[in-house]
């Protein structure tokens, strides 16, 4: 990967982050794009006459404005200067307003291979309710998002599980994946859970033949698991076998897809996982 985005807000979740982006980067070929979206300071308008609080316009409210925006630049550059003392390229992005215009304005400019951002576990970015703007980023952005959460300490991703239903053509996306498995020496499991509340639409031997005319794959790499839902299963084998790193994919889905068929086991995992998701996103 040659360019990787890396939204931080400088706690703990923004090291987790680029802690899995060194992982995944090439010190010579890829370049990190480190991003902060600062959200300027706006005082409490309703506080009652007499508060110490400044008032919009005032020169004390301008000058904490002033202030906090320069301290987050200088932690920004901070960041930026640790990581280029590492070995790796890297380059501060600025951006003052919502986080889910600045990864789109950024995107369109930087043209990443990849978005890594942590996920704070405490409401914030990446852990609103399902439909957020940062879950839509997650889910929609034109290139892969890895999420990593508040749970993961990411040192290495060397147990691999690409979580698939075999409902629809992946090789696509196996390529890229393939080729980041030789990149990390990683070794790649093909999981599929059986779930009652799953339907199970095609036959699995129709997209595994395909998988398997193109890619080298042992029986053992190709699992299979019951469960009560697919999110369990997954989530079970992963612990079960201590997988550093789950892949899934995802597409647009039909109005029927979506809500009556096959609701979106990938949007709840980017909410709920506890082992660092990575997500293709398949276009059709």
């Not at 600062?38 to 202030?67: A, E, H, K, R, T």
């Not at 550059?77 to 889910?100: H, L």
């Not at 852990?127 to 929609?140: F, N, P, R, V, Y």
């Amino acid at each position: 990967m040659n360019r990787i985005l890396i939204p931080i807000d400088f706690s703990e979740n923004a090291e987790r982050a680029l802690a899995a982006a060194k992982i995944l980067a090439d010190k010579e070929n890829t370049q990190l794009f480190i991003l902060h979206a600062y959200q300027p300071y706006i005082p409490d308008v309703s506080v009652m006459p007499g508060s110490v609080l400044p008032g919009i316009g005032s020169p004390d409210y301008s000058y904490i404005g002033d202030d906090l925006e320069a301290n987050f630049r200088h932690q920004l550059d901070g960041y930026v200067s640790a990581i280029t003392a590492e070995g790796y390229k890297a380059e501060a992005v600025w951006s003052v307003g919502g986080i889910q215009a600045a990864v789109e304005d950024a995107v369109k400019e930087y043209k990443p291979d990849l978005i890594v951002t942590g996920r704070t576990g405490t409401g914030g970015f990446l852990d609103k309710l399902i439909g957020s703007s940062a879950t839509h980023i997650a889910l929609h952005s034109p290139c892969p998002v890895m999420i990593i959460p508040p749970q993961a300490e990411p040192k290495r991703f060397s147990k691999v599980v690409y979580a698939t239903q075999f409902e629809y053509a992946e090789n696509d996306i196996l390529r890229e994946v393939f080729i980041l498995m030789n990149h990390l020496g990683s070794k790649l499991t093909l999981l599929k859970v059986n779930a009652d509340s799953q339907p199970d639409i095609q036959p699995d031997n129709q997209y595994l033949a395909d998988i398997k005319g193109e890619f080298i794959i042992g029986e053992d790499e190709v699992v299979y698991r019951k469960a009560d839902s697919v999110l369990d299963g997954i989530e079970d084998y992963c612990d079960e076998v201590n997988a550093d790193l789950l892949i899934m994919s995802t597409r647009e889905r039909s109005f029927i897809e979506e809500f009556l068929i096959n609701p979106s086991v990938t949007k709840k995992l980017v909410v709920d996982t506890h082992v660092p998701l990575l997500i293709y996103h398949l276009r059709e």
